[in-house]
Each structure stands twice: as structure tokens, then as C-alpha cells.
């Protein structure tokens, strides 16, 4: 199966513009005529899979405490759009049975990043690709994505023809700091059979982009929101880029690469 990437994906939805991983969000990308979303899935207490990002409710919620300690009775209650502006009050955390059907409406492809809580790398794989299954014929416009080697483990083998994403953050050492790619990075995109290697920008030289390239698989950039930083991966031979601000990198990308 090719996949369909488009050039800028709705990075959370649309963040710039809605509430992240929320059903506004996905409503403001396809506004924006923006054609892919990438938003993170992981499961509630009581095993319902949501649209969330953090292990904790306070940064975009009125509530407070672990995601993985709350049930979705609990979770319903809680609303996730002040934080963000006050027209978004009232809004809620979508499920992800509810995040695909607005998906499907609006015709957007679909970049799902299995985002668990410690511990359920498996079971938020399970489930989620369990739901999505319900739902989803569109192979080419789907990408199911990970940090997680546990989760893009499962994703291969109950799912094997559904492309998959391996996404890399820098490595830290034990101050903190940032030490560069995990240099075992090709062997863990060969093992685990992925499609795409997503990039933080800052570990997205023009070496490893062509490295990824070299292997036959698709670079993928996050989070660009920078027009200049856009064009120059863009030059590298970069397919696609999250961005918060997708407006704006399509608007300022070459139409013809
Ligand atoms: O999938 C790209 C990007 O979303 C990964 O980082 O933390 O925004 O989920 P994060
Ligand atoms: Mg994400």
C-alpha cells in the first residue's frame, strides 16, 4: 500500500489556532484546507481510548491528577479549551471513536501516535488500533505512530499492513542534555518494519534525513513551524512536516519539489 502523505500535517490537530487534540482542532485543520492531522491516543483508567497529549490534566484541563488514575465518567466532566482561549470554554476531550468520525467527515488522513501511560504501551495499542479498525478503510491516508517500541511492536504484528511511523526525540544523557539520535535508530526502524522515521527538528540533519531516504523510508520532521526552517528541509528532500501553524509552512512551501 503507497502511502498518501501530504506535505504539512495538522500538528495535534491545528495547535496554533484550536485547543490541541481536540474535535475543534480537527475542524479548524480541514478549515484550513490542510489534508492530514496527527493527533496522540492513549487510553483512560477504565481502558476508553482518548485524544490527549500529557499524563496529567492539568495543563489543559480544569482537573487535575494522572490520566491513567481517571475513568472517562470522570474524564467527560472535564472541559479543555479555556486554557487556550476563553471561545474554547466548554470544550471537551474527544474520544477517539468521536475524533475518527469527525476525521472521516472532514476527509483528513490520519497520522495516530499511540501516546501510552507508562505501562500500557500494549493495551493503548490494542485498543486503539481495535477501534480504528471499526472504521477506517483508508490504508494510504493513515499512519500509526510511536515513541513507544513496545506500541509499534504490537501495531506490526495485529495490524502488519497499516504503515507505521517511528518517531525519535534526541537522546539525553544523565544531565539532561541532549546527545543526538539513538544510534541505534536504523536497526530499531528495520525491526519494527516502518514506513516513515519522524524527526525532532533538532535531530533532523541533512546526513539523517538522507540517511532515512538511503533506506527507502519517508522523513517526517516535527514540530516546524518556522517558514525558513520549513524550506530548507523541504530542499533536503523532507515529504512531510507537523506543524502547529500549517497555514503557514503550505503557504510557504515550494509547490514544486
Ligand atoms: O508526532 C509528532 C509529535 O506529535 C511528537 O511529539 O510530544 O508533540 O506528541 P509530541
Ligand atoms: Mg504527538
Request: aromatic share 6%.
Given at each position: 500500500?503507497?502511502?498518501?502523505l501530504s506535505k504539512v500535517i495538522g500538528h495535534?490537530?491545528?495547535?496554533?489556532?484550536?485547543?490541541?487534540?481536540?474535535?475543534?482542532?480537527?475542524?479548524?485543520?480541514?478549515?484550513?484546507?490542510i489534508e492530514w492531522v496527527e493527533?496522540?491516543?492513549?487510553?483512560?483508567?477504565?481502558?476508553?481510548?482518548?485524544?490527549?497529549?500529557?499524563?496529567?490534566?492539568?495543563?489543559?484541563?480544569?482537573?487535575?491528577?494522572?490520566?491513567?488514575?481517571?475513568?472517562?465518567?470522570?474524564?467527560?466532566?472535564?472541559?479543555?479549551?479555556?486554557?487556550?482561549?476563553?471561545?474554547?470554554?466548554?470544550?471537551?476531550?474527544?474520544?477517539?471513536?468521536?475524533?475518527?468520525?469527525?476525521?472521516?467527515?472532514?476527509?483528513?488522513?490520519?497520522n495516530?501516535?499511540?501516546?501510552?501511560?507508562?505501562?500500557?504501551?500494549?493495551?493503548?495499542?490494542?485498543?486503539?488500533?481495535?477501534?480504528?479498525?471499526?472504521?477506517?478503510?483508508?490504508?494510504?491516508?493513515?499512519?500509526?505512530?510511536?515513541?513507544?517500541?513496545?506500541?509499534?511492536?504490537?501495531?506490526?504484528?495485529?495490524?502488519?499492513?497499516?504503515?507505521?511511523g517511528?518517531?525519535?526525540?534526541?537522546?539525553?544523557?544523565?544531565?539532561?542534555?541532549?546527545?543526538?539520535?539513538?544510534?541505534?535508530?536504523?536497526?530499531?526502524?528495520?525491526?519494527?518494519?516502518?514506513?516513515t522515521v519522524n524527526l525532532g527538528a533538532?535531530?533532523a540533519?541533512?546526513?539523517?534525513i538522507?540517511?532515512?531516504?538511503?533506506?527507502?523510508?519517508h522523513p517526517l520532521i516535527y514540530t516546524v513551524n518556522d517558514p525558513v526552517d520549513a524550506r530548507q528541509f523541504q530542499s533536503w528532500g523532507v515529504e512531510a512536516m507537523f506543524s502547529d501553524e500549517p497555514d503557514v509552512i503550505l503557504e510557504n512551501l515550494l509547490?514544486?519539489h
Open positions: 500500500m503507497t502511502l498518501k495535534r490537530g491545528a495547535a496554533a489556532y484550536a485547543p490541541e487534540n481536540t474535535i475543534e482542532g480537527i475542524h479548524t485543520a480541514a478549515d484550513m484546507g493527533l496522540d491516543v492513549k487510553l483512560t483508567k477504565d481502558d476508553v481510548p482518548i485524544i490527549f497529549h500529557d499524563d496529567t490534566l492539568e495543563r489543559t484541563t480544569n482537573g487535575s491528577g494522572l490520566v491513567a488514575e481517571t475513568t472517562y465518567e470522570d474524564l467527560k466532566q472535564l472541559e479543555c479549551g479555556s486554557w487556550f482561549g476563553d471561545s474554547f470554554a466548554g470544550t471537551k476531550i474527544p474520544t477517539l471513536e468521536e475524533a475518527i468520525e469527525a476525521l472521516i467527515n472532514r476527509d483528513l488522513g490520519f495516530m501516535e499511540i501516546k501510552p501511560c507508562a505501562g500500557r504501551e500494549k493495551e493503548t495499542t490494542e485498543v486503539a488500533l481495535d477501534m480504528l479498525s471499526n472504521y477506517w478503510d483508508d490504508h494510504a491516508r493513515l499512519l500509526i505512530s510511536s515513541f513507544q517500541h513496545v506500541s509499534l511492536e504490537v501495531a506490526r504484528d495485529i495490524a502488519g499492513d497499516w504503515s507505521r517511528l518517531l525519535l526525540a534526541p537522546e539525553k544523557n544523565a544531565q539532561g542534555d541532549d546527545e543526538g539520535i539513538n544510534p541505534d535508530w536504523k536497526d530499531v526502524a528495520d525491526y519494527l518494519d516502518v514506513r533538532s535531530i540533519t541533512r546526513d539523517i538522507q540517511d532515512v531516504i538511503d533506506l527507502d523510508l509547490t514544486v
